[in-house]
Every structure is written in C-alpha cells, then in structure tokens.
C-alpha cells in the first residue's frame, strides 16, 4: 500500500505541475497572430479545452513592444504599422531594423534618432545572406526597395525643432545625392526625363512640410514602395498621420537603376556621402548579421 500511495502521489504532483506550467505559459507574451482561425476541442472524459490555430502570421515580437536608444534614451516601436498610408499596398506591419542618433558634428549634439522598418517577410532571406558573407548596406535596402519591399525611415526628435529645419536637410540630402548621380561613376541613370522629374517632386517635397515644429518624440516617417508600374512612392507621415505623398516617373526595369527623389533620400541613410550616421548604418548592419532589436 505503501508503494501504490506513492505512485499515486507522484501522479497527482505531476499533474498539478502540468496545471501550473500551462497557466503560466498562457499569461506570457507571445509574438501576435495577424489571422488565427480558432476551433475549441474537448478532450474526451477530461472535459479540458484546448486552442489550435492554422497558419497563422507570427510576428517576431509583440506589436507594443519598445526599443530604447541608448545614446538618446528615445524609445521607438518594434513595428511601424503603416497600413493607413497610401502606398503599403501589403498592408503588413514593418519590422525596426535598426537605430541610432544623427549627430551635429562640431557640437556635437543629438538631432534625432533614425530608425529602418522593413516588411518582416522580406528580413529572414536578408540575414541569411549577410550572415554567410559581407553584403553592403545600402545594396541589400536597394535590393529590398526595386523588388517592392516597403522600407521606411522613422525619425524621432532629440530635442524640438522647426519641420523646415528638416525639411532643408533632405532637400541638401537629396541635391548631394543627385549630383553624385551625374558623374559618370555612379550607378543610377540620370537622364533628361530623371532630371524633369526631380525638379518636379522637389517642389512636391517641400510643399508636404506644414510650418510648425515637431517636439521630442514624436515622429516623421518617411515610408517608400515601388509599385507594379515601377514607379517609386514616398508617404511623409508626421505622428502617424500622412501629409503627402511624392510620385516618381517610371523607373528603369533593366539595366542601371533610375535615380528618384523617394529611393534615393531613403537609401542616403545607408551611405557615406553625405555621411548621416555612422552609428545608424552599424546598427543596421549588426542586427542583419544578428538577432533583430
């Protein structure tokens, strides 16, 4: 009798520890299902209900989730939800890639943290290839851009400042970046047709910047897609709202790819000239190689 009541024991505390585990298990954070069709299944003379879903979307952390910047202490989302702009036609959530502070150089001060959000399905393939071998930054967001990957760019204010303030810095972004292109180097067409268009979205660009200023903390994204029609797409959303959008002409299906305002102010972020931030590009670059923020 000894032994049965021991055994017994031994049952009723496994079972209660299996009790315990799946209590826990259930009040933990899990990565959010996008879609999840649930049936109940009652498990015969034990009366237990147990939840399955199919194919569900898994995101790689929870929606609410937060980031901090270590050199600002800014924090940002893990996910950009941009399914109200205009241009993400995947309607998919965008995934932080990577942060860090654009500084002032000779005072050496903070103006604002950068952060790159990508559509999640596109980042697995990307750290694959980065962890087998040295692919350059701004070449794999070029990639994610001409095959239709919705990037964006969030900037958070150190500290407060005028919108034209910024507005003004990516217009010099831009113009640095065009000339560049009109060297026989480069690797962007810039034709006749390029230049046109340029001249027209700058217009554009500048005109979606109302005059006020954006506070620390609050946002500025600028969202970029490449349509069926090959043409390149910018939404400018201050605090989650869209002001505006700028439109390129159709872009080059072979060949060198054509210089625009929208992909070449988001691919700027990724390379030296004008130099943004080193700190950004790193973080970009180590998360790829790595485990994402």
Same mark, same amino acid.
Request: aromatic share 6%; glycine share 6%; charged share 20%.
């Given at each position: 009798?000894?032994?049965?009541?021991?055994?017994?024991a031994?049952?009723?505390?496994?079972?209660?520890?299996s009790?315990?585990?799946?209590?826990?298990?259930?009040?933990?954070?899990?990565?959010?299902?996008?879609?999840a069709?649930?049936?109940?299944?009652?498990?015969?003379?034990?009366?237990?209900?147990?939840?399955?879903?199919t194919?569900?979307?898994?995101?790689?952390?929870?929606?609410?989730?937060?980031?901090?910047e270590?050199?600002?202490?800014?924090?940002?989302?893990?996910?950009?939800?941009?399914?109200?702009?205009?241009?993400?036609?995947?309607?998919?959530?965008?995934?932080?890639?990577?942060?860090?502070?654009?500084t002032?150089?000779?005072?050496?001060?903070?103006?604002?943290? %950068?952060?790159?959000?990508?559509?999640?399905?596109? &980042? #697995?393939? /990307?750290?694959?290839?980065?962890?087998? +071998? @040295?692919? !350059?930054?701004?070449?794999?967001?070029?990639?994610?851009?001409?095959?239709?990957?919705?990037?964006?760019?969030?900037?958070?204010?150190?500290?407060?400042?005028?919108?034209?303030?910024l507005?003004?810095?990516?217009?010099?972004?831009?113009?640095?970046?065009?000339?560049?292109?009109?060297?026989?180097?480069?690797?962007?067409?810039?034709?006749?047709?390029?230049?046109?268009?340029?001249?027209?979205?700058?217009?554009?660009?500048?005109?979606?910047?109302?005059?006020?200023?954006?506070?620390?903390?609050?946002?500025?994204?600028?969202?970029?897609?490449?349509?069926?029609?090959?043409?390149?797409?910018?939404?400018?959303?201050?605090?989650?709202?869209?002001?505006g959008?700028?439109?390129?002409?159709?872009? %080059?299906?072979?060949?060198l790819?054509?210089?625009? &305002? #929208?992909? /070449?102010?988001?691919?700027?972020?990724? +390379? @030296?000239? !004008?130099?943004?931030?080193?700190?950004?590009?790193?973080?970009?670059?180590?998360?790829?190689?790595?485990?994402?923020?």
């Amino acid at each position: 009798m000894s032994l049965l009541r021991s055994i017994r024991a031994i049952r009723g505390t496994q079972s209660r520890s299996s009790r315990l585990g799946s209590r826990f298990l259930s009040t933990r954070p899990v990565a959010m299902h996008t879609r999840a069709w649930v049936w109940p299944t009652v498990a015969l003379g034990l009366g237990v209900a147990a939840w399955m879903t199919t194919s569900p979307l898994v995101l790689e952390a929870p929606m609410d989730r937060m980031v901090t910047e270590t050199k600002s202490s800014l924090p940002m989302h893990a996910y950009l939800q941009a399914d109200e702009t205009s241009i993400n036609t995947h309607g998919k959530p965008l995934r932080l890639v990577g942060m860090g502070v654009r500084t002032v150089t000779f005072l050496n001060m903070y103006v604002y943290v %950068a952060g790159l959000y990508v559509e999640e399905d596109a &980042l #697995p393939a /990307a750290q694959a290839q980065c962890k087998m +071998g @040295e692919v !350059p930054l701004e070449e794999q967001v070029r990639s994610w851009l001409e095959s239709g990957v919705t990037c964006a760019i969030r900037v958070v204010p150190v500290r407060a400042t005028d919108l034209n303030h910024l507005r003004d810095g990516f217009v010099r972004t831009i113009n640095t970046r065009a000339k560049d292109a009109r060297t026989p180097e480069n690797v962007y067409q810039m034709t006749d047709e390029a230049e046109e268009m340029l001249a027209h979205n700058l217009r554009d660009f500048k005109g979606l910047f109302p005059r006020s200023k954006i506070s620390r903390g609050q946002t500025l994204d600028l969202i970029v897609q490449r349509d069926a029609s090959s043409m390149y797409m910018l939404s400018l959303q201050i605090n989650g709202k869209e002001v505006g959008t700028v439109k390129s002409g159709p872009t %080059a299906r072979q060949g060198l790819p054509t210089f625009t &305002l #929208p992909s /070449a102010l988001l691919l700027a972020y990724f +390379g @030296e000239r !004008p130099d943004i931030s080193a700190v950004f590009r790193a973080s970009v670059q180590a998360h790829l190689q790595a485990t994402l923020p």
